[in-house]
């Protein structure tokens, strides 16, 4: 698919709004942008999940509206949705994984076919390419950040794989960043050089997510 010129829009989290690059020109949005020649739309929101959080974060509360929730705001008629998020439901949500013919927002794999539905009926012309999440630092602890969530809910792959069911399930296509973004956490030098704090890229991890997103949807 020939990117130049197409509109997008970006439905995210912070990696989305661009937190871990030097300024917002070197977010991997505004750097698609530049080099691959689309208009792009930024819907990223620091700290958002997926699935409905059930206690409320009071000291910020709009971290708990959700991906969907935000989509019904997304204005005009884009010829691509990106969405890129996932990483938040396993490190801080509180909503149970759940079962992967859940349909409703309140559990994690209920919430990704939620958000899907809504967007082939809101926008059946507009191809919607599905983002996993990619490695970031203390993927293995079943409690994720260990600092809100009350279940033990399975590693970050346990999500990234529910989010890869569930697309495929709606056949969307999967830009599996889990798999082939290339950043390996657990390699101090590489975390340093690409994803200093282990969760949002820097300016270089930046510019390697825009080429691996764009580079995905050319070849579909």
């Known amino acids: 698919m020939k990117l130049e010129g197409k509109k997008v829009f970006f439905l995210g989290d912070s990696i989305t709004e661009g937190v871990g690059a030097s300024c917002s020109e070197n977010c991997y949005v505004s750097v698609m942008e530049r080099k691959y020649g689309i208009k792009a739309f930024n819907y990223g929101v620091s700290g958002t999940r997926l699935a409905i959080q059930s206690q409320p974060t009071v000291e910020a509360p709009a971290y708990d509206e959700t991906f ?29 994984f759940g079962d992967l013919l859940d349909d409703a927002p309140y559990t994690f794999c209920g919430a990704c076919r939620d958000l899907f539905t809504y967007l082939q009926k809101r926008y059946p012309l507009a191809r919607i390419i599905v ?25 970050l792959k346990a999500y990234a794989d529910a989010i890869r069911k569930i697309a495929e399930d709606h056949s ?38 825009a080429d691996c997103i764009a580079s995905f949807i050319q070849s579909l």
């Open 68 to 96: 969907c929730e935000r989509a019904k705001r997304m204005e005009g008629e884009p010829d691509i949705i990106v969405v890129f998020g996932g990483t938040n439901d396993f490190g801080h949500g509180d909503a149970p």
């Open 131 to 155: 983002c996993t999440p990619a490695h970031r630092a203390d993927e293995l602890n079943p409690r994720g950040d260990g600092l809100i969530k009350r279940y033990n809910v399975g590693t």
């Open 172 to 209: 969307l296509p999967v830009c599996d960043l889990y798999r082939n973004l290339g950043i390996n956490v657990l390699i101090p030098e590489h975390r340093e050089a690409l994803m200093p704090d282990g969760l949002h890229p820097n300016d270089a991890g930046h510019e390697r997510l």
